[in-house]
């Protein structure tokens, strides 16, 4: 079974406090963190072929967040696993994959992401 600090993950927010916090605490849990808060950055990055297992998209950051996003992200990262993490229902009228997933965002935790995180991790230390 592969360890946590093998399991890169991506975190982007529109709330730098929410990246920082992201980051800090799947940190803590020892997994590789990159963190990007801004959209232009982030965009780049996945638009490119570094390396990512995990991204936590928070869709707020890019206007419009819409398919066109979808789709570049999957042509360039088609095996990562991705968490939109929202206040909205975002994935509403968009195609997707079974590699995309949605957490509402909890103003008072994060608990869920990280259980979704570990969820995932398992899912893919197991392969």
Known sequence: ?????????LVTDSNHHVCNLLQRELEKESYAVHSL????????Y???SSR???LILDPQLFHPFDQTIIDEILRHHAATQIILHSYTDI???LKTADNIHQIEKNAASISSVKSA???LFQAFAEK
Request: charged residues 20%; neutral net charge.
């Open 37 to 44: 808060k801004s959209a232009n950055r982030a965009y780049e």
């Open 117 to 119: 995180v570990h969820t």
């Open 91 to 93: 994935l509403s009228g």
């Open 52 to 54: 990512m297992d995990l």
């Open 1 to 9: 079974m592969r360890p946590p600090e093998s399991f890169t993950v």
């Open 46 to 48: 996945l638009c490119s």
